[in-house]
């Protein structure tokens, strides 16, 4: 795979790999049960015993591999590293060409059940042709081997994908690191970047802008709240992603845990992960990470973009959807601030972080919404 070839890929996990798995699960090491009657020391033990006992007896993986096989998935090299993507082409011909990226702890799965409303859709003034890439060191892609694979170099690469995919003109859309690479992309190929979609906009606060409302501040007081004690995660992945990586890729009951935490933290769950997504739907996040061993080099992505992270101001239409339980809820004024030209903010009543993953309908909707005005 070189010289810009794009080469059909398939999902094929050998069984023995699902042996082992299923082997790992069940001679689990487990430690004590937590202190407290809630989640706020972490995943409760009772809760991971029954998730890891579903997932070695009950969870089907060959449904999944089944589902992600039924649609066009590629490998191309760029940039000397091997990126996987699903490529999703609507009836339509005229339809816009859209490359959504996803963020940390998700994949590709995130997407699964928009792209067959996005590509075709009821109105087809509304379809896209869906791209849907793995970041690099995530999923199917390849895990860098050297430093100075962070957002910017990224969006680079994403831009030579759409290029050698044939693409002049597309939409991009992002959440969590999708949403800096998505914004990224707007700023190292604005030409071709017909506008962009963000359901988690980054931003400073604003000199010399409106005085914020009681909703705002307090989402700005949730936003504290979740800095003081939901980013452990981010700490250690930005400083030692490495000696994260030894326990996570050895012991799927940890890999589970390190993910489902953040399934019940950061979506519009009421409490219970499982009252926002399956079992199946979080487990089949989790096997994305488990069965390439990508622990470690996902979690370098912090290394990488964290240190040097900037605001640069961003001139292509933009349009954002906030979710109610998303992690960072800034206000409009800040993003409007960066944002020079936002066509589109809308707060919907329901979802989460994982938005297409929690409310794939609501998502579409918000998609098409924004890009009717900017096609």
């Known amino acids: 795979m070189g010289d810009g070839a794009i080469e059909a890929f398939r999902v094929a996990v050998p069984e023995a790999e699902l042996e082992d798995l299923?082997?790992?699960?069940?001679?689990?090491r487990w430690p004590e049960a937590e202190t407290v009657g809630d989640w706020s020391q972490g995943v409760p033990l009772a809760y991971l015993q029954e998730l890891c006992r579903y997932w070695a007896e009950e969870y089907d993986w060959r449904a999944t591999e089944a589902r992600?096989?039924?649609?066009?998935q590629f490998r191309t090299e760029i940039d000397g590293l091997g990126i996987h993507l699903l490529h999703v082409r609507s009836p339509h011909d005229d339809a816009l060409p859209l490359v959504m990226t996803h963020g940390w702890p998700g994949s590709v799965v995130e997407f699964l059940d928009a792209i067959g409303p996005l590509t075709d859709p009821p109105d087809p003034a509304d379809a896209f042709h869906v791209v849907c890439p793995s970041l690099p060191g995530y999923g199917f892609s390849d895990r860098?081997?050297?430093t100075g694979w962070g957002t910017d170099r990224i969006a680079a690469a994403w831009a030579e994908l759409m290029r050698r995919l044939g693409y002049d003109r597309y939409g991009a859309q992002g959440g969590d690191w999708g949403a800096a690479v998505t914004t990224g992309l707007a700023q190292v190929d604005p030409d071709h970047v017909a506008g962009i979609h963000l359901n988690m906009p980054v931003a400073g606060p604003a000199t010399g802008g409106p005085e914020l409302t009681g909703e705002e501040l307090a989402a700005l007081a949730a936003y504290d709240e979740h800095r003081k004690w939901g980013t452990g995660y981010s700490r250690q992945q930005s400083t030692r992603p490495q000696t994260l990586g030894y326990g996570l890729v050895d012991s799927p009951a940890g890999q589970c845990a390190w993910i489902v935490e953040k399934f019940w933290a950061w979506t519009d769950c009421d409490g219970h992960p499982e009252n926002a997504l399956t079992r199946d739907q979080m487990l089949n996040d989790v096997?994305?990470?488990w069965l390439p061993g990508t622990a470690a080099s996902s979690g370098r992505l912090?290394?990488?973009?964290l240190r040097d992270r900037r605001l640069d101001p961003v001139e292509v239409p933009t349009g954002c959807s906030i979710f109610p339980k998303e992690i960072a809820r800034l206000p409009r004024s800040w993003v409007e601030g960066r944002f020079r030209d936002l066509?589109?903010?809308?707060?919907?009543?329901?979802g989460g972080h994982f938005a297409a993953f929690e409310q794939p309908e609501l998502f579409v909707d918000e998609v098409r919404r924004f890009f009717r005005l900017v096609r």
Not at 68 to 72: A, D, H, S, Y
Not at 302 to 305: A, G, I, L, M, V
Not at 343 to 350: A, I
């Open 22 to 28: 299923k082997g790992r699960l069940r001679r689990t």
């Open 68 to 72: 992600l096989n039924g649609f066009p």
């Open 343 to 350: 066509r589109y903010w809308n707060e919907v009543d329901k």
């Open 302 to 305: 912090y290394w990488e973009s």
């Open 287 to 289: 096997m994305l990470y």
């Open 144 to 146: 860098p081997a050297g």
